[in-house]
Structure formats: structure tokens, C-alpha cells
Nanobody, 129 residues
């Protein structure tokens, strides 16, 4: 069992930045074995993939709408994954979730919600002036 706790959300003005954290805990929850994905869901919309970082080699993937603005990274010693979000836009407003998959995520599979075994409770990000 893996527990995931997101933090770092909040209210920010357009053009601003936020850094989200996803702390993993539980038996065998090392990031060497789990790929971690970030997803978001806005009211009335489907959950969409934002970014993912693979277990092992740490390959990274991004959704088209966030490429060049968001950066995913991890601290294996702290079992924590980060999502640095820059140049935020009102369209980025959503609840952001992190999720863990007990496999090596690669290619287009990174954005499939069904491959992720564990999910956090989410953190709200609101971009507004």
C-alpha cells in the first residue's frame, strides 16, 4: 500500500508560479519502483494528464498544454515528486492529483489513468487576478 499526499496548491495570479509536492509513503514506496504522474481535473471536465516521471531512470513526460511551462522532478531520498509550474494561466485552474504506478511508465501510456494504482486526495490550484 502506498499513500500519496499533495501539497503546495493555492491562489496565484496569471503569470505566477507554484510548486506542488507529492510525498509518497508506505511499504515499498520508493520512487525507484513507482512511476509518479500528475493529473488535474477542472469542474465539469475529465481528469487529464499533466506530467509523469518514470521509475528507475526518471524519464519525464508532459501534456501539450504545459510543455515549456511545467517541470517535474523527484527527490528519491525524500520519496517526493515535485511539479514546478511557471507562467500559470487561468486555464490551469483545477484540482491537481498525483498518482503512483507500480511499473515503468513510457511513451503515451503515461497519461492513462487506469495504469496508476494509488492516488492522492488532490490540491486546489486557482489562477486568477
Amino acid at each position: 500500500q502506498v499513500q500519496l499526499v499533495e501539497s503546495g496548491g493555492g491562489l496565484v495570479q496569471p503569470g505566477g508560479s507554484l510548486r506542488l509536492s507529492c510525498a509518497a509513503s508506505g511499504s515499498g514506496s520508493t520512487l525507484n519502483y513507482y512511476s509518479i504522474g500528475w493529473f488535474r481535473q477542472a469542474p465539469g471536465k475529465e481528469r487529464e494528464g499533466v506530467s509523469s516521471i518514470s521509475s528507475g531512470d526518471g524519464s519525464t513526460y508532459y501534456g501539450d498544454s504545459v510543455k515549456g511551462r511545467f517541470t517535474i522532478s523527484r527527490d528519491i531520498a525524500r520519496n517526493t515528486v515535485f511539479l514546478q509550474m511557471n507562467s500559470l494561466e487561468p486555464e490551469d485552474t483545477a484540482v491537481y492529483y498525483c498518482a503512483a504506478a507500480r511499473l515503468y511508465v513510457h511513451g503515451s501510456m503515461w497519461s492513462l489513468t487506469r495504469i496508476y494504482d494509488y492516488w492522492g486526495q488532490g490540491t486546489q490550484v486557482t489562477v486568477s487576478s
